[in-house]
C-alpha cells in the first residue's frame, strides 16, 4: 500500500483474543482518535474437520463461530467508539453467498456446479453473520454509520486452496465497495459478486 502512496500502519489483532482487541481499538485511538472503516474480513472455515453435519465435532464449530462470528462481534463493539467519532463510518462484514439461505436453497444456483459437501460450521457462521449485520444496522439506523454485509464471490485464497475463480482483488473490492459508501448509500444489505444471478463479475445485493 505504502508503494502506491498510501500511508499504511499495520496493527497486530487476533480477533479471538479480548485483549488484542482492546490493545488494536486503545492503539488507533491513540494515533488517529477515531476510525472510518472496519472491515471485519478475518474467517476461517474448519477445513476437512468439519464434517458433514451429523458428525460436526463441536471444537471445530466453537473455533469457526469464535472468528467468524463472535471475533466481528467484539471488535466492532471495541472500535464503535471510535467509529462514532467519525464523520460517517462504515463497517463491512465479510460474509459469503454460503451463508445465503436463499443462494443454498435454490436448485438453480450455479453454487450446486461446486458440489460444496453439506457441512455446518462455515456457512452457518456466515449466516450467523448476516443477522450480526442485520441487527447492528437496525442499532445504529439514526446514526451516520452503515453496517453492511460483503459477498467477494468466490476467489482464490488460501482459504479454499487457491480454488477460486475470482482473485483476491476482485474480493476486496467488493469490501472497498461498502467501505467508502456515500450518504444515500445502503446499510443492512447483503452486497457483492453475483454470480448467482448476473454471470461472471457483476455486483449488486443478494437475498439473505
Ligand atoms: N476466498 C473466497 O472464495 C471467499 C468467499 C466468500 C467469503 N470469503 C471470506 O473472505 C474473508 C477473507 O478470506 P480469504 O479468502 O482472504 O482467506 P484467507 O486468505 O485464508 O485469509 C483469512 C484471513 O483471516 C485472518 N484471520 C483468521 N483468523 C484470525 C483471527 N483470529 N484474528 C485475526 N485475523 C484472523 C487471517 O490472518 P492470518 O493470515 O494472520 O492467519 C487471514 O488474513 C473471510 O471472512 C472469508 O470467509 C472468502
Redesign the pocket.
Known sequence: MRDHGGDAHPVQ?????EK?VRSAAEWIDSAYGRLDALV??????GGAESGAPSATPLATLRAVY???VF?AIAVTNAMLPLLRRAPAARIVN?????GSLTAMTDPESPLRNLNLPPSVP?PSS?SALNMVTVMYAAELADTPIKVNA???????????GN??F?T?EQ?AEVSVHLATLPDDGPSGVLWGDLWTEGGANSSGVLSW
Do not use: F, Q
Not at 471485519?40 to 472455515?45: D, K, M, R, S
Not at 460483503?150 to 479454499?160: D, S
Open positions: 489483532l487476533d480477533v479471538t483474543d488484542s471485519n474480513n478475518a474467517g476461517i472455515t469464535e472468528t467468524n471475533g465479510v460474509s459469503s453467498e454460503v462455515y456466515k460483503a459477498n467477494p464471490g468466490y476467489c482464490a485464497t488460501g482459504l479454499n480454488s477460486g475470482r483476491a474480493g
